[in-house]
Structure formats: structure tokens, C-alpha cells
């Protein structure tokens, strides 16, 4: 059963313009949500996090927004470059337990000069 | 600091076989996980370590056993080697969380391998 989906498998978007990639997530206990981004045969680096108490952090290019009431959250990333194409995974954690991660299944992002 | 290291970085087994996957961190990170990604699955755990000497199940435990001996390695060994472990294997690495703080987890760079 997938706590955490990301119903697009791929997405391309022009260099410049903005990039939103979704996730969804099924599991009320989750507080803590991450994004990572993934390059082809080297493992996922973290990028960018959000808390279940705020509903938006920034760092950057890279925004995180979390709407809790619809258990979604997407990242943007603006203005998209050529070097963010890669895969993007989000994640999601209980505060109790051993900050496990469970992932979706990723959505590959291919950003075209 | 290397980070993340594992070895090794391709492996091909028969059905049957053993192996053992070693993963080294050099950051003094309490906890550490193993992963598998299969495709359009995502990353799944298998087993993690809180610390030397512990270990726990994750999501897929099955057909697995680790060991944590020694704070910075964490060994994840495939008794009877199937096809079906055909897969990329991902260890990871976190400090121990304080408070209400996350630490987010620190990726090595994989294992591909192969069951024939």
C-alpha cells in the first residue's frame, strides 16, 4: 500500500519557466515531509524539507508548499535550469519512531534549454 | 569526508548465492538504513540500525539480515540470493533526531545487483 504517491511519472517544462512537481499522501501521522532529487547512478541528495506546522518554506528556487487538509504537497522550482534535470522524490516521516522514509515513486523532471 | 560508501558498486549472484553489501559512514551518524528501488516502486526499507548493536525490520524484510557491529558500517546479507532482489540497494545514513528536530538521511551512491 503507497502512503506517499506521485501520479506523474515524468514532466518536462522550458528553461526559465516554472516547475511544479505534486505528491499526495494517505497517512494522517506524517509530519514531516522532504523532497530529493536524484541523478542517474548516484543515490537521491537531499533538497529541500517542510514541517506538518507551517505550510510553505523557501530556499532559493525551490519552494515547498503543504496543504494538510488535502494531503498534498508540491514542489516549484523557478526558474526551472537545465541542470535540475533529474528524478525528484518526495518522502514522508512520523516524528515518533526512527525518522523512517517512505518514498513515492518518483517523478522525472527534464528541464529543455 | 567520503559520506556514504558502498561497496560494492555492481554485482551479479545466481540463484541460491550469498553476498554481503557494506555500508560505511564517516559523518558519526547514530542511525543508518537500507534501501532497495525497484522500478515505479520507489525507495522501500528494508532493515535500519538506531545504533551499534541494533537493528529493526522495515517495509521489505523479507529474504534479508543485517548487521551493525561496529557504529560506522551496517551490512545487509542475502542468505539464498532470488531473482526477485534484483535491484538497486541504497544505505543511508541520519543523526540521531533531538527534540523535535528532523535530520534528514544521507544517501551512498548504490549497489546494482543483478540475481541470474
Same mark, same amino acid.
Given at each position: ?33 522532504l523532497?530529493y ?52 522524490f518526495c518522502a514522508a ?8 522514509l517512505f518514498f ?10 | 569526508?567520503? #559520506?556514504?560508501?558502498? /561497496?560494492? !558498486?555492481?554485482? *551479479? ?7 554481503? $553489501? ?28 538506531? #545504533?551499534?548493536?541494533? /537493528?529493526? !525490520?522495515?517495509? *521489505? ?7 551493525? $557491529? ?28 533531538? #527534540? ?17
Amino acid at each position: 500500500d503507497q502512503q506517499v504517491k506521485q501520479n506523474s511519472p515524468s514532466l518536462s517544462v522550458q528553461e526559465g519557466r516554472i516547475s511544479i512537481l505534486n505528491c499526495d499522501y494517505t497517512n494522517s501521522m506524517f509530519d514531516y515531509f522532504l523532497w530529493y532529487k536524484k541523478y542517474p547512478a548516484e543515490g537521491p541528495t537531499f533538497l529541500i524539507s517542510i514541517s506538518s506546522i507551517k505550510d510553505k518554506n523557501e530556499d532559493g528556487r525551490f519552494t515547498v508548499f503543504l496543504n494538510k487538509s488535502a494531503k498534498h504537497l508540491s514542489l516549484h522550482i523557478v526558474p526551472s535550469q537545465p541542470g535540475d534535470s533529474a528524478v525528484y522524490f518526495c518522502a514522508a516521516s512520523k516524528k515518533t519512531g526512527a525518522n523512517n522514509l517512505f518514498f513515492g515513486t518518483g517523478t522525472r523532471l527534464t528541464v529543455i534549454p | 569526508n567520503a #559520506g556514504v560508501t558502498q /561497496t560494492p !558498486k555492481f554485482r *551479479v549472484l545466481k540463484t541460491g548465492q550469498s553476498m554481503t $553489501l557494506l555500508c560505511a559512514q564517516d559523518m558519526n551518524h547514530e542511525y543508518m538504513y537500507w534501501y532497495r528501488q525497484d522500478p515505479g516502486m520507489g525507495l522501500r526499507l528494508i532493515h535500519y540500525s538506531v #545504533g551499534e548493536g541494533t /537493528t529493526a !525490520k522495515g517495509e *521489505v524484510p523479507d529474504g534479508y539480515n543485517v548487521s551493525r $557491529l561496529k557504529k560506522q558500517n551496517f551490512l545487509l546479507g542475502l542468505e539464498s540470493a532470488a531473482p526477485s532482489q534484483t535491484s538497486v540497494y541504497f544505505c543511508a545514513s541520519s543523526p540521531r533526531p533531538r #527534540g523535535s528536530v528532523y535530520n534528514e538521511q544521507f544517501f551512498g551512491p548504490g549497489t546494482r545487483l543483478t540475481v541470474l
